[in-house]
């Protein structure tokens, strides 16, 4: 099976625009088939606050309102995305970017309003890999930004780790598929205060008791619960770490063991 | 040949809701391969002045400084096309939003600041077909937003007419190629203040002889040339007036001629 690689790239790596030109000098020179998932954050909620919009976030995840969907929209896949497929075009690298409504490649539900109304919010309900595989056999790299569609005409926010997670379970009927999820951190830590703390192989055990011991971070919780879910659903290799480690293994990371 | 239509939306087709509404659900009724161009401009003035950035318009055509394009990038790559997106897809028609930087397909070449500098606005200069070609021969259907870029990473605001009429050019190699410009009028018209004095058939001698007269409005000069240089360079149909026209022919309309 040909090798799939899906990296996602989030926080200071989109926000530093050296440190995103460097992680994208790296991508390019990755063989193979390779999908790019992007996040923006800080970005749309610099941009909210200059419209003057209110972000507000429950347990670390943000409400999407019409308003903040409309900012999301802009931000991700008008100002991120396409920034990042001109960058990625200088390169020499054939990028083609994609919200989940461009060709129909990911559908979700938008969440329940019960226990907490987050909004615009989708869940991931299906992955469509067709048109994807056509275009990756063209050597077209599809740049994803986290942004979803519930079919009926409403485009969703959704998380960014989840959408790079369900995209490697989603491709692994066809790939040996790679979950990267780079960020500013060296991997999971087991003191968030001290960068030489990085675990190298989590398992579920330690995974246990880390959250037991109230040592991750909140917004890693959800990261990692979709480590788990891919790398129990057929993903070959899952590694969390600074963007360094796609173009260098002996970079310390995490890797995730099931 | 197998035939293609290219069909352009401006004005308030795309600022009024249920205009964009009633024209999707004809678009999507039309059958074999066609590509949508949209342009936006009326949202992303409305947008600047939300955000205090001033648009500046020299003989009708706006300046793009770089707050201004980031304007542009968000409100017609993020905002306008992922709807319109998303809308077709609730009506079955399997679209795929692009800007020319998108699988490298228009590259443009940032104009010339002698005489007038128009700040990051981008000339056409190659239009590639294959990757759309691809794509539409699985039923998928391109979304265009008025941006390219210039293969150095700087994406380039570009007239939406002009962006239809390239396109249609460069497919007239593989297509017999229909090109038709919708917006809220029925035509070109003799008199601008009267609907019913439409134009059936615009050659270039009525064109020269309206253009004398003073009789053609700022904003349509541009247009019509990018129509005459359309038929002139192996579009097999030109065609100018209301969005019903793409429903049914006898809708009066403006049809130019060699």
Known sequence: METLKVIKIGGQVIDNTSALNDFLEDFVELKGPKILVHGGGVEATKFAEQLGIEVTKIDGRRVTDADTLKVILMTYAGFINKNIVALLQALHCNALGFTGADANTIISKKRSVIPIDFGFVGDIVQVNTKTLRTLMSQEITPVFCAITHD?????????????????????????????????????VLRDVTDEDSVIKELNPQTYENLLKSGKVADGMIPKLDNCFRAINHKVSQVSIGQPEMIRDTSVRHTKIIK
Chains 1, 2 share one sequence.
């Open 151 to 187: 079919e009926n005409g409403q485009l969703l926010n959704t998380n960014a780790d989840t959408l790079a997670s369900e995209l490697a379970i989603a491709f692994s009927e066809h790939y040996s598929t790679e979950l990267y999820f780079c960020f500013e951190k060296s991997g």
